[in-house]
Nanobody, 123 residues
Framework: QVQLVESGGGLVQAGGSLRLTCAASGRTISSYAMGWFRQAPGKERESVAAISWSGGTTYYADSVKGRFTISRDNAKNTVYLQMNSLKPEDTAVYYC????????????????WGQGTQVTVSS
C-alpha cells in the first residue's frame, strides 16, 4: 500500500505561484508513475499532469502547459507540482495519485490517491 499526503495548497492572487507537494509513505514510489489531478466544484475530476517513474516522461493538460511543472524526487519519496501564473480557473482541490501504468494516470485512473489540498486563486 502507498499512502499519499498532499500539501502546499492555499489562497493566492491571480498571477501568483504555489508549489504542491505529495509525500508518499508505506512503499517507495520509485517504481510508480505519479500524477496530479484537480476537481473544481460542480465539475468532473481532470488530469493536470503526470510523470513516469524515472521522471523522463511528463504529460500536461493543455490548460496548464507552460505554467505548471511536475517533478519528482524518488530519494525523498515525493512528487511536486510547481504552479505559476495561476488563474482563477485553476481553483480546485488538487489530488496526487500513483499507478504502475502512466497511461492510466493520463485518463484519470490510479491505484492510490491522496486526500487532496485546496487551491484557491482570487481575481
Amino acid at each position: 500500500q502507498v499512502q499519499l499526503v498532499e500539501s502546499g495548497g492555499g489562497l493566492v492572487q491571480a498571477g501568483g505561484s504555489l508549489r504542491l507537494t505529495c509525500a508518499a509513505s508505506g512503499r517507495t514510489i520509485s517504481s510508480y508513475a505519479m500524477g496530479w489531478f484537480r476537481q473544481a466544484p460542480g465539475k468532473e475530476r481532470e488530469s493536470v499532469a503526470a510523470i513516469s517513474w524515472s521522471g523522463g516522461t511528463t504529460y500536461y493538460a493543455d490548460s496548464v502547459k507552460g505554467r505548471f511543472t511536475i517533478s519528482r524526487d524518488n530519494a525523498k519519496n515525493t512528487v511536486y507540482l510547481q504552479m505559476n501564473s495561476l488563474k482563477p480557473e485553476d481553483t480546485a482541490v488538487y489530488y496526487c495519485a500513483a499507478d504502475s501504468i502512466l497511461s492510466r494516470l493520463r485518463v484519470g485512473d490510479g491505484n492510490y490517491w491522496g486526500q487532496g489540498t485546496q487551491v484557491t486563486v482570487s481575481s
